[in-house]
């Protein structure tokens, strides 16, 4: 069982790496519930056919999985698998809890385990996973911790290492016999998400050259296409923005004079990655050898996983980046306080470090600034400046807010596409408002740059 983590299969808890919830010093080891070959608890538990459709299709997968691994009575074998998930999918938290930040903050120390989560052989877990020596760890979903346990000490033995080889296959399918890859992709391509067609090999082997190394990959890719220049360039426009939402912020009319005061501390504790990190990840420990798929997969696994214990032993740090360079995208990271935007979304015509200013700051400084701008919404509201948990608005902020906000809902209700179907203004709320900060924002950001900067 607790194997599973060193020889990197999918396991029956989730486990990263993350500063606690209420200490933004330094990093513990969080475990969240898993286990789980399908997506949602609801696909176990939902006594509607169309689930038990589903429920089928899955047994059916894992059997062939088993079967194809060389493992005889298959479809047996794949019922019993199945009804140990549908058990273990019982303990997980409904999706309402699994989504409250709150309700999984729960820090326990390793003692704690042995009396709330009996069943496991905590040492034998621990160990293996290379945190024995951590005094205390978050649990998110403490009823998925206690509930898979006592699965673990009550179920056979034989059912567990049934259970562990049609997951260790699964996971490694991408590099397993074509007829590995294609039942794979019939279960969770087709009958998942609906996608009709295999993607090509060589996108699969950019996925995996990007998971694998990420940021050797992100160091190519920007020397090529987000040089220093275009870094700097960005970097700048970021501080425009960061200038006016200060001012901003000061002249707001909802948020009390204390609550501002927490408001400015969150916004210069903000950590905003542009392009790419400062220092890269150092991959010279990683071999990497030609003609071997799966054991380049299962280096970099083992070499990914022990970059991550390695932060146990470090203060945290909120420059860490949380995304791949050459990734189309940004994050948002509440905790701690930090948001990247990679060079991969900031590429013409979203940024053009030799463009023209107005329209930098109109398309990627507004959604720079609408990413910010959560950071002081109903989501960012929840985590102070150094990304820890708890509520710094006053119940009166709240209110005003609420007041406020309820003339962007008014609005948005009455956007009606169809005669029969409107807008759900309560619904897009948080992100209409990001997106009008954004926009103000990012305008007075552009001002700003042509006092700093007039144009002759
Ligand atoms: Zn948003």
Redesign the pocket.
């Known amino acids: 069982m607790a194997d599973g983590l060193t020889a990197n299969a999918d396991h029956i808890f989730g486990v990263w790496v993350n500063q606690s919830f209420e200490d933004s010093g330094h990093y513990v080891f969080h475990l969240l519930q898993g286990g789980l070959g399908m997506p949602d608890r609801d696909d176990y538990i939902d006594p509607s056919p169309r689930m038990a459709v589903l429920r089928a299709q899955y047994q059916s997968h894992i059997a062939a999985i088993l079967k194809q691994g060389g493992f005889a009575d298959s479809e047996r074998r794949a019922g019993r698998i199945l009804a140990l998930e549908i058990r273990m999918a019982r303990a997980h938290a409904p999706d309402a809890d699994a989504a409250d930040v709150f309700k999984q903050n729960n820090p326990w120390k390793r003692g704690d385990f042995d009396v709330k989560a009996p069943g496991m052989d905590w040492d034998a877990y621990f160990t293996s996973a290379g945190v024995a020596g951590q005094p205390e760890f978050i649990v998110w979903q403490p009823s998925a911790l206690t509930g898979t346990s006592a699965l673990v000490g009550g179920e056979s033995i034989d059912l567990w290492k049934d259970y562990l080889r049609f997951h260790l296959i699964e996971h490694y399918a991408s590099v397993l016999p074509k007829a590995v890859a294609t039942e794979d992709f019939a279960f969770y391509g087709t009958i998942l998400s609906g996608a009709q067609q295999m993607p090509d090999r060589s996108k699969g082997a950019i996925t995996a050259t990007n998971g694998a190394l990420g940021q050797a990959v992100g160091q190519l890719y920007t020397q090529r296409y987000f040089p220093p220049e275009a870094k700097a360039k960005a970097q700048a426009m970021v501080a425009d923005l960061i200038t006016a939402y200060r001012s901003r912020i000061a002249n707001l009319t909802w948020m009390s004079a204390e609550t501002k005061k927490k408001a400015r501390a969150k916004l210069d504790a903000l950590t905003i990655g542009v392009g790419y990190p400062d220092t890269w990840i150092d991959y010279s420990a990683l071999e990497v050898v030609r003609g071997d798929a799966i054991g380049n997969m299962r280096r970099a696994e083992a070499f990914n996983r022990l970059h991550n214990l390695a932060k146990l032993r470090q203060p945290a740090d909120p420059a860490e980046w949380r995304i791949d360079p050459q990734a189309v995208g940004a994050v948002?990271v509440f905790s701690p306080n930090a948001e990247f935007f990679t060079a991969g979304i900031l590429q013409p015509p979203y940024f053009d470090s030799q463009g023209d200013a107005a329209s930098n700051y109109g398309s990627a400084g507004a959604g720079i600034a609408?990413?910010i701008?959560?950071s002081f919404d109903e989501?960012g509201n929840i985590y102070d400046s150094q990304g820890r948990l708890g509520r710094w608005w006053t119940t009166e902020d709240s209110a005003k807010y609420r007041a406020a906000a309820a003339r962007l809902v008014t609005q948005f209700d009455g956007y009606c596409p169809f005669s029969d179907l409107c807008v759900h203004g309560t619904q897009v709320l948080?992100?209409n408002i990001?997106?009008l900060a954004g926009l103000l924002v990012a305008h007075d950001a552009y001002v700003l740059s042509l006092q700093a900067r007039p144009t002759s």
Do not use: G, K, M, Q
Request: hydrophobic share 30%.
């Open positions: 948002i609408h990413e701008s959560h989501l948080n992100e990001a997106d």
